[in-house]
């Protein structure tokens, strides 16, 4: 299973559940793609790609998709985007595109601790975020302030 | 730039940032990354030993520009640096970078997990949690070869968090997906399926995914999971919607859990009855909810209740065994048809399919044919109308097949390329399934090459010309009919191929009629000739030559043809060859040899439709399901012999080449590959051994499902048999503790002592013929009290009484102290089954009532009848079963001394018969035999190969039915 987002062509973000080669992975992503970015409004969310159902949802910029094997639930792998919407939003705010490409590493953080090897961890909203959070108490522990000038490398 | 929010630390990451997004150009990009790189690599080359932080901050970096679409080939020593680091955000940003870069670095491997090691032993969650992760990530073999062992052990560890346990759940089921043979089994399983009942459920979350993948392959070390899962999900889907807390989602309770318990289910077979009871419950309260008006207006409400709702139908089709539930999810199902939301209709008519099926819910299934049809016609999404055409190839019958097809021809005309070849497919399919008059098979299948010539495969046309030989009483029908298609100016070059084979057989049958006489139907056919591609002219030129034979007036003609430069002097050496045997052939010899060699072909052999076989290939193995599994026709195989469902490796032979007979038959049969004799578990089976086929032999019906011989004991001879008293399944307990083992102990033999405790000793004696048996039971009284009310009864959970049927007779209600009673019980086996009868005993000892329910020994192989056949046959057999889901193989540790003679003992007492000299490794056991049941015949082939230096064996079992090779692998197995 891969999650993306996608816009104009431009991928925020990937992870990847099965063991897949870079060139292969840059191919996929460019088919897959061109597969979602070429589906029209009221369409089903649902196609079957390559041997793979895509399950995909469009959320102002940016396509949220996940590949899932046959057998598994399309609708509920929906709500799996869905939640992960949320949770981004309620960790950033009214999340939008640029905090994903500026906090990529917290999305990354976010999704690590939602879904693990492609499946999902804990679908408690309340128990993911108190996970990011006390992560991130830790990292303001253990970083003493800098200067913007020490920073820039210049201090 | 947006407000970097909490626990921000790296301005200089988003500097950079902000930097790459205001280039204007690539090229721009390309640059600044470029001196941002150069800028990392001579920070971390310099002589100044970098703080955590930096280090962190340039990995991140990297990995940004990883993620941008660029190689990095440098900093993975930095990263994995950063994992050993004591900070947490350190480590974290070392662990990203490792998942999303590392595949498999065998160097770096064994640094990360030393680093991995450390963190898992540090007893810190947070860190565990991380490293669990990072394993899960990369989960490559290297890391299943360090960790596999040791997870297990953190997961069912007392003392571990919550989280921990989840992530280790998640992360033991990622490395058992990769490398299952790395993850043992053991103590640890048990315990496991145990956290079903964990109070956390986020964590019966997480173990409910580990257990599902596990119990798919060990459904037996899992099986106690079964009435867990149906327990907790009953307390789901009863609580109220706030009783979750935070695991309810959009007013529904925990559907992620649901879901997930519903899938667990569907890897066993419907439970015993008292469980069963009450999973129809909640499989009731859930189509009840679907009913209900919504709590919530938004649509993830409507989706997480619907996912519970199509996960619990599967359910309900998997186990395919009540009526009732298949009724209703087919009636709710239909409503979703006609659902505004196009995400419903398609799942609708997905799930439709599988439903058309069962015979439960085939009918219910079909009154929806109007509305299928009408999505096929009007759906805006391909995906849609592609699972409509899916779903009306599964509804077809006899009584729809006109309609059905009419429409998907009327369909192929606007069809997507992309799923045109596929429709054509299944057209010619159900065209020949159902056809009942054969000109309308053959109308269907010229109209499907008018509409769609190019996607009209060489299978599809090959197979129209092999019905056409086999039936005489379309042969006329057939030629006047391609003849009128040859006539439009513009015809596919597949019509003109099969005009060409079609008029050069059977031509004649419209000579008659001046209209199409021969000379007519040579210049029809001549004058698409130079049209058409090489194949297809070396087709003609055979047809020319045989309108010699059929219509002498021709001959001057076509050997003018033959003669013209064009053909004698072709550049193409086939073209060139068949004009110069052909003409020769045609002058030199005499009337009656060309009548013998230009004879008319003679029938095909019957075997599975080729195109059935294709579509299966194209679709993976169940495709072709809705036509040859259940519901099949028994009148079908009479009328529509062409469809036979034993399977067939033979390629279809090519008109084109045969026409003529004159090639070589095939080959005869190789002898065995001997080769490998030394390697022990080396598969001979695979290769090229068997010859094709020639046709339906009179061993070919060892392998298919015949028409029972008339037994030859009637039931008759069982005298006044007591009907057998089923008391329901509500009744009986569930089976001792012990049943299954007693059972096991009677797989290979039929007398013994079934069972003893201090009150009771129960003796066996059985004997079996064909698919007939009789067995003898005592009971005898240990104590000196006598027994009251002693009744023992026999009874079928689930399906059984469709496939077994049990007499008994009833037993004197007292039974003295120290006295023996004997009880008599006559079985028929009426076709395969599973699962064995139950034996209830119930008596008062002293007052108390006592009741006891033993697995009755009456095992599948029971009505084994052993075959012999020599080392040819078996191959050719062999290879007639090598579709995957004929095949149940099993590699397995021995629980007993390895000895040669015992396990010939135990091959025979299981019924099959042991062949000599068939495997070139006189180590290994091969065997033979047919089951006889009352409506069909299964024939099996088996094959034992002990490993002595490992204490292994090997069984493979290929038999013509699926579950009968999965249930015969399993019941020999536990034998060894």
């Not at chain 2, 399919?353 to 015979?359: D, F």
């Not at chain 2, 013929?769 to 009251?788: A, D, E, H, I, P």
């Not at chain 2, 008599?824 to 076709?831: D, F, K, T």
């Not at chain 2, 003679?901 to 042991?914: I, N, Q, R």
Request: net charge neutral; aromatic share 8%.
């Amino acid at each position: 299973m891969s999650l993306g987002n996608i816009r104009q062509g431009k991928l925020r973000l990937q992870k990847w559940y099965l063991a897949t080669s870079d060139k292969e992975r840059k191919k996929m992503v460019r088919e897959l793609m061109q597969v979602v970015l070429a589906r029209k409004p009221k369409m089903c969310s649902f196609l079957e790609w390559r041997d793979l159902k895509v399950v995909y949802k469009r959320y102002a910029s940016l396509y949220f998709c996940c590949a899932i094997e046959g057998q598994d639930n399309e609708l509920i792998t929906l709500e799996l985007i869905h939640r992960y919407v949320e949770l981004l939003d309620k960790y950033f705010g009214s999340v939008c595109e640029l905090d994903i490409i500026f906090n990529f590493e917290k999305a990354y953080f976010i999704l690590d601790e939602f879904l693990m090897g492609g499946d999902v961890q804990d679908t408690s909203k309340k128990s993911v975020l108190k996970a990011i959070e006390q992560a991130d108490l830790l990292q303001e522990e253990d970083e003493s302030p800098r200067s913007v000038l020490e920073e820039m490398g210049l201090a | 730039m947006p407000a970097v929010s909490k626990g921000d630390g790296m301005r200089g990451l988003a500097v950079f940032i902000s930097d790459i997004r205001n280039c204007k150009s690539k090229e721009a990009e390309i640059k600044r990354i470029n001196k941002e790189l150069a800028n990392i690599r001579s920070k971390f080359k310099g002589d100044k030993a970098l703080d955590g932080y930096s280090k962190k901050k340039y990995v991140c970096k990297l990995l940004f520009i990883f993620l941008l679409g660029h190689d990095i080939d440098f900093g993975h020593m930095e990263a994995v640096n950063l994992l050993s680091s004591n900070r947490y955000t350190e480590k974290q940003i070392g662990y990203l970078f490792i998942s999303v870069l590392v595949n498999s670095n065998s160097e770096l491997i064994r640094l990360i997990n030393n680093a991995i090691k450390n963190d898992l032993a540090s007893r810190n969650p947070t860190f565990m949690g991380l490293a669990l992760h990072c394993i899960a990530s990369v989960g490559s073999r290297e890391m299943a070869e360090a960790f596999a062992g040791e997870i297990p052990k953190v997961l069912v560890a007392g003392d571990t968090m919550d989280s921990v346990k989840q992530s280790a759940a998640l992360c033991l089921l990622r490395l058992y997906r990769t490398s299952p043979d790395l993850v043992p089994m053991g103590d640890w399983t048990s315990r496991v399926v145990h956290l079903l009942n964990d109070q956390h459920l986020g964590v019966v979350t997480a173990a409910t995914s580990l257990i599902t993948t596990l119990a798919q392959k060990n459904p037996e070390e899992f099986k106690t999971s079964v009435s867990l899962a149906v327990s907790r999900l009953s307390r789901i889907v009863t609580s109220a919607s706030t009783d979750l807390q935070d695991y309810t989602y959009y007013f529904v309770p925990a559907p992620w859990l649901s879901v997930k318990l519903l899938r667990l289910l569907q890897c066993y077979p419907p439970p015993d009855p008292a469980v069963r009871g009450r999973l129809t419950e909640c499989l009731e309260t859930i189509l009840n909810k679907a009913q209900e008006p919504p709590k919530s207006k938004k649509v993830q409400h409507s989706n997480a209740k619907n996912a519970v709702l199509f996960e619990a139908i599967s359910l309900i089709i998997h186990h395919d065994s009540e009526p009732n539930l298949l009724v209703r999810a087919c009636n709710q199902l239909g409503q979703f048809l006609q659902h505004r939301e196009t995400n419903l209709r398609y799942l609708a008519l997905e799930s439709m399919c599988t439903l058309a099926s069962s015979e439960f819910s085939h009918e219910a299934v079909k009154t929806h044919i109007d509305t299928v049809i009408n999505a096929l016609k009007t759906e805006r999404d391909v995906s849609v109308r592609q699972r409509a055409a899916d779903l009306l190839y599964a509804m077809c019958d006899r009584s729809n097949a006109k309609q059905i097809v009419s429409e998907m021809l009327r369909y192929l005309e606007t069809a997507d390329y992309a799923i045109r070849e596929e429709i054509v497919l299944k057209v010619a399919i159900l065209a020949e399934k159902y056809a009942v008059d054969y000109s309308w098979y053959v109308d269907t299948i010229l109209n499907l090459i008018r509409i769609a010539g190019d996607y009209v495969s060489e299978e599809v046309w090959y197979r129209v010309l092999q019905i056409v030989t086999n039936r005489d009483d379309v042969q006329g029908y057939a030629a006047k009919t391609v003849f009128e298609a040859l006539q439009a100016p513009a015809c596919h070059e597949n019509m003109v191929k099969v005009g060409g084979y079609i008029l050069g057989e059977f031509g004649n049958l419209i000579a008659g009629d001046p209209r199409s006489s021969p000379p007519v139907q040579f210049s029809l056919l001549h004058s698409k000739f130079h049209l058409c591609s090489v194949a297809t002219r070396a087709l003609l030129l055979s047809t020319y030559i045989k309108f010699i034979n059929l219509f002498p007036e021709t001959k001057a003609t076509i050997q003018a043809v033959l003669r013209a430069g064009s053909q004698l002097r072709n550049a193409d050496v086939e073209l060139q060859q068949r004009a110069v045997e052909y003409l020769t052939l045609s002058s030199v010899a005499s009337t009656d040899v060309l009548a013998t060699v230009l004879e008319e072909m003679p029938p095909f052999p019957e075997r599975e439709s080729s195109i059935l076989a294709k579509l299966k290939r194209k679709k993976g193995p169940g495709a072709g399901s809705a036509l040859d599994d259940g519901r099949r026709d028994p009148s079908s195989n009479d009328i529509n012999g062409g469809v036979e469902p034993t399977p067939s490796t033979v390629s279809t032979p090519s008109p084109s080449a045969d026409l003529l007979g004159l090639r070589a038959a095939p080959p005869p049969a190789a002898p065995p590959a001997s080769a490998g004799a030394g390697n022990l578990l080396v598969d001979v089976f695979d290769g090229p051994a068997a010859q094709p086929s020639l046709g339906p032999t009179p061993e070919e019906a060892f392998l298919s499902e015949l028409e029972p011989p008339a037994p030859e004991s009637p039931m008759a001879l069982l005298a006044d048999p007591a009907p057998a008293a089923d008391p329901g399944p509500e009744d009986i307990g569930p089976p001792i503790p012990e049943a299954d083992e007693l059972l096991n102990k009677f797989v290979c033999k039929n007398n013994g002592v079934l069972f003893e405790n201090q009150l009771l000793q129960i003796g066996v004696k059985s004997e079996f013929r064909q698919n007939l048996g009789r067995m003898y039971l005592f009971y005898g009284n240990k104590t000196s009290v006598q027994f009251q009310n002693f009744s023992p009864t026999v009874v079928h959970p689930g399906d059984l009484q469709t496939q077994l049927a049990v007499q008994t007779k009833r037993v004197a209600a007292q039974v003295d102290g120290g006295a023996q009673v004997q009880q008599v019980l006559n079985i028929e086996c009426l076709r395969d089954f599973l699962t064995p009868p139950l034996l209830s005993v119930r008596f008062r000892y002293g007052g108390t009532p006592q009741a006891l329910t033993l697995k009755l020994p009456v095992t599948i192989n029971k009505f084994f009848q052993p075959t012999e056949m020599a080392a040819q046959d078996f191959f050719q057999r062999w290879k007639q079963l090598s579709l995957p889901q004929q095949e149940a193989q099993k590699i397995f540790k021995a629980n007993h001394p390895m000895d040669a003679e015992v396990t010939k003992a135990k091959l025979l007492g299981f019924g099959s018969a042991l062949l000599d000299n068939v495997d070139p490794n006189p180590e290994n056991f091969v065997g033979a035999g047919i089951i006889q049941t009352k409506a069909l015949q299964v024939g099996c082939l088996l094959r034992l190969e002990p490993n002595a230096q490992a204490q292994m064996y090997r069984l493979t079992l290929r038999t013509s039915k699926e579950p009968v090779s999965r249930h015969l692998c399993e019941l020999l197995a536990q034998q060894f």
